[in-house]
């Protein structure tokens, strides 16, 4: 294995734990995982960390109305995203929590105590409203018929002396480092969105509540009576996974974060406070925001009061993990919002997955089943190989998993199309020996496909673990292991009809 030097250090944003998995984090932490698992194949060193979001008014509200305690509320929701590692098949090396009282609060309060060193924490009275939703404070102008947009609730006036943060210090700096792609931020719209909304002008922020009103949450070091807000100490999550507070050796190893995977409604958080704080904390900017859009379900808005939100342990349960990867980053798009139905889930699952790839496996290791392989030549192939690997790189080098996928199934068509050129299913069912042995040129064929499917195992590596390792196995190769000899036993059908 090449490279052992390069690291990757990848995370999904942390869940806030105030109702259970939906399938937008589900998309989320797949794709993290997809950049996990590609850039480990690639040699690297890999660190891919998820969480939990748990402190906050939001979390206290919720675990009231389910009759418990903030504590017995938050383990519990925990438990269940911890549990999406095993149903989506995810390749985490961490799980943090920000209850985490050796971990995370630490490293919150080293941060705290280097903003205020830095001069960059004052305290000042502040009359405000606040959406509990967004768990930010927002203002009369973005407000509409008096409520927040996302949440169309009316925000709370919260009157309070509290700590702020200095912000508008970091415009101007901020505003250069995104415009110049030293922290990238993809989608370019959702770049250039951030840039207009610093171009209006940034004001400081509430970077703490009276603890009084809000005593879930971490204390502010030297002053037990405010609480730290919750997007200051989730965001620090990141560094505090890596063991910032004693200077650990995996921070060290791992920090900045290459990429930092976010649903749209909390990029602003990344690409602003964050960076801020980092600067003013000065430790090095992360490389990469990568900013995915909204699951709707029948072009609606996923909300409990609807009924509607599509839970992915169902989902897994029903279809298998890999068919659920495999709809999440092939048919949402990876940073717009994407649509979610039953029909168009199992139109894709059929498609694709039961009549394509599935289809093309069994066809395939039927005929070499029985006949015997004796070239190792697939130079008539190859340069579909080649170019299927160029486009499915070039598209994962640029989050577009839906594309890398797309270049992996025109091979599938390929195959399918090769095969009806070649017949090769003549040279074991329809001719007599001795003519058999004469159509070598089918023979080949028939290798050639095995190492189509070969590759397309190993191209699928990232996106759908479980179904590249079932092809390996039916192959009898492993995918680091060349000059690849196959051993043939077919196995169990991949994507059984719906
Ligand atoms: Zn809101």
């Not at 509320?73 to 390749?91: C, M, T």
């Not at 709809?327 to 168009?344: S, V």
């Not at 486009?391 to 270049?407: C, D, G, I, Y």
Request: with cysteine.
């Amino acid at each position: 294995m090449a490279k052992q030097n390069k690291k990757f250090y990848v995370t999904s944003s942390i869940a806030y734990t105030n109702a259970p998995a939906h399938i937008g984090f589900a998309q989320e932490v797949v794709q993290t995982d997809v950049l996990a698992r590609y850039h480990r194949l690639l040699g690297e060193n890999v660190f891919y960390l998820t969480g939990t979001d748990e402190h906050g008014q939001k979390n206290v509200k919720a675990a009231e109305e389910a009759g418990k305690t903030p504590k017995e509320f938050v383990d519990e929701i925990s438990e269940n995203f911890k549990a999406l590692k095993g149903i989506l098949n995810l390749s985490n090396d961490d799980f943090i929590r920000t209850t985490d009282q050796k971990r995370h609060w630490p490293a919150v309060k080293k941060v705290w105590r280097k903003l205020k060193e830095n001069g960059d924490v004052y305290k000042k009275k502040y009359k405000g409203l606040y959406c509990i939703g967004c768990e930010a404070f927002v203002k009369e102008k973005d407000l509409i018929n008096g409520k927040c947009p996302i949440h169309k609730k009316e925000p709370e006036v919260i009157e309070e002396e509290n700590y702020f943060f200095r912000l508008s210090k970091y415009q101007k700096q901020i505003k250069q480092i995104i415009e110049k792609d030293k922290i990238k931020i993809i989608p370019e719209a959702r770049k250039n969105e951030i840039l207009n909304f610093i171009r209006q002008g940034v004001e400081d922020v509430s970077c703490s509540r009276l603890r009084e009103n809000l005593k879930w949450g971490i204390p502010v070091p030297d002053d037990e009576t405010q609480t730290v807000y919750i997007w200051l100490e989730a965001l620090v999550n990141y560094i505090s996974a890596l063991g910032y507070a004693e200077d650990g050796t995996k921070f060290k190893q791992f920090w900045p974060a290459d990429v930092h995977c976010v649903g749209k409604d909390i990029f602003r958080f990344h690409c602003l406070l964050w960076p801020a704080m980092l600067l003013s904390i000065k430790i090095p900017l992360p490389k990469t925001v990568l900013i995915h859009g909204f699951i709707t379900v029948a072009g609606q808005k996923m909300s409990k009061s609807l009924g509607n939100v599509i839970d992915p342990f169902e989902l897994v349960k029903k279809y298998g993990t890999d068919a659920v990867r495999y709809f999440l980053l092939r048919e949402i798009p990876p940073t717009e919002d994407g649509d979610f139905t039953y029909p168009k889930f199992e139109e894709r699952y059929n498609s694709d997955l039961a009549k394509g790839l599935g289809n093309l496996v069994a066809r395939v290791l039927t005929m070499a089943e029985r006949t015997k392989i004796q070239e190792y030549t697939h130079i008539a192939v190859q340069s579909q190989l080649d170019q299927t690997w160029k486009n499915s790189q070039k598209a994962l080098s640029e989050f577009k998993f839906n594309e890398a996928l797309m270049a992996i199934w025109d091979l599938i068509s390929f195959a399918d199309g090769y095969i009806e050129r070649e017949r090769p299913w003549e040279v074991i069912t329809e001719l007599p020996t001795k003519e058999r042995n004469q159509r070598t040129g089918q023979k080949v064929a028939i290798n050639n496909l095995l190492f189509i499917l070969a590759n397309i195992a190993q191209l699928l590596q990232p996106f759908l673990p479980e179904t590249s390792e079932k092809i390996f196995e039916q192959l009898g190769i492993k995918p680091d292991k060349k000059p690849w000899q196959f051993k043939i036993k077919k196995g169990k059908i991949l994507f059984p009809k719906i």
